[in-house]
Nanobody, 123 residues
């Protein structure tokens, strides 16, 4: 088990920046993938960006060029720098992690979610 706690959300004007942080309750070395999803009112949760423990990164098309995700295994933290924010970026942002592997009982895969942090971008 791992608990994920997000911080860094808030209210910002369009064109501004925010840095979201996700702190894990234990080492993230074993977490294969960590990243961020977002969910706006009335919409489905969608992937924003993720990073694997080998450093591979994937960004959603709607944030490419505006978002940078990074992972600090020593600090058990994942950061997401968001620039040039738009009103359409307004959502609750959730930290997510996947832990998968093979144990004595066979393959396993666990999904972990944080409680979310609100990002509001005013036009």
């Amino acid at each position: 088990q791992v608990q994920l706690v997000e911080s860094g959300g808030g209210l910002v004007q369009a064109g501004g920046s925010l840095r979201l942080s996700c702190a894990a309750s234990r080492s993230i070395f074993s977490l294969n993938v960590m990243g961020w999803y977002r969910q706006a009112p009335g919409k489905q949760r969608e992937l924003v960006a993720h990073i694997t423990n080998s450093g591979n990164i994937n960004y959603a098309d709607f944030v490419k060029g505006r978002v940078t995700i990074s992972r600090d295994n020593a600090k058990n933290t994942v950061l997401m720098q968001m620039n040039s924010l738009k009103a359409g970026d307004t959502a609750v942002y959730y930290c997510h992690a996947v832990e998968a592997g093979t144990g004595r009982r066979g393959k396993y895969e666990y999904d972990y979610w944080g409680q979310g942090t609100q990002v509001t971008v005013s036009a």
